[in-house]
């Protein structure tokens, strides 16, 4: 029995071989920097979840408790969200009655626009 074949063209030669390794490397690296970046963006996007989340229950409390002074600053949330803070300005409408309300709640730098603002009507008169 005669065994046909390829004595010289079997296998891969050492420059195909260091050629589909650089390539699976570049790959992996290219890899690794996309699952970084989601790592950074995921965190990005839970505090402006987490700030929304805040700025709408802190804006809720404004509508309720419209005329108090504790209201009409600013101020730090309690924990587990005292990295958070929020500042409110009031804006007079040019109906009488109704103030505009601005709401911002910043996590870190204003600068980096780390921050969420909301925008309501409320009644000045309870």
């Known amino acids: 029995m005669k065994v046909t074949g390829c004595r010289d063209n079997c296998g891969f030669t050492l420059l195909e071989v260091m050629i589909a390794l650089a390539i699976v490397g570049i790959a992996l690296v ?21 700030a929304t989340l805040l700025a709408k229950q802190k804006m809720a409390e ?22 958070y803070h929020w500042r409110s300005e009031y804006t007079p409408t040019p109906i009488r009655g109704i103030a505009q309300v601005d709401l911002s709640v910043i996590w870190g730098r204003e600068k980096n626009n780390e921050f969420v603002t909301l925008t309501s009507f409320v009644s000045e008169v309870r």
């Open 62 to 83: 404004i509508e309720n408790n419209v005329g108090d002074e504790d209201t009409r600053n600013e101020g730090t949330f309690a924990n587990p969200n005292q990295n």
């Open 30 to 50: 290219v890899m690794l920097g996309l699952a970084q970046r989601s790592i950074l963006v995921n965190k990005q996007l839970q505090q402006i979840t987490r």
